[in-house]
């Protein structure tokens, strides 16, 4: 639980974090630390659903969000890249 929540606290502050800097290549650089930690609390899911630490179910709509996050960081980082 304590990873999980690492996992999905760190996604907003890299983005925040990287809105605070004053050049694309690093909001880039911050927007690819969030991505990472996307992809680790998709892994935690995952996981935690094939340990039966819970259901599929209940982890469904959690990587619904994963997955809608993910498109809106491939967005973003197309944008971003254009103005690089």
Same mark, same amino acid.
């Given at each position: /639980?304590?990873?999980?929540? +690492?996992? !999905?606290?760190?996604?907003?502050? #890299?983005?925040?974090?990287?809105? !605070?800097?004053?050049?694309?290549?690093? /909001? /880039?650089?911050?927007?690819?630390?969030? %991505?990472?930690?996307?992809?680790?609390?998709?892994?935690?899911?995952?996981?935690? !659903? %094939?340990? #039966?630490?819970?259901?599929?179910t209940?982890?469904?709509? !959690?990587?619904?969000?994963? #997955?809608?996050? +993910?498109?809106?960081? #491939?967005?973003?980082? +197309?944008?971003?890249?254009?103005?690089?």
């Amino acid at each position: /639980i304590a990873q999980v929540r +690492r996992a !999905a606290i760190s996604i907003p502050s #890299n983005i925040a974090e990287g809105q !605070a800097r004053h050049t694309t290549g690093e /909001i /880039i650089q911050f927007i690819s630390h969030a %991505e990472g930690s996307l992809s680790e609390l998709d892994t935690q899911l995952i996981l935690s !659903a %094939e340990l #039966n630490f819970c259901s599929e179910t209940d982890v469904q709509p !959690a990587l619904n969000i994963v #997955n809608q996050l +993910r498109k809106m960081f #491939n967005v973003l980082r +197309r944008k971003l890249d254009a103005r690089h």
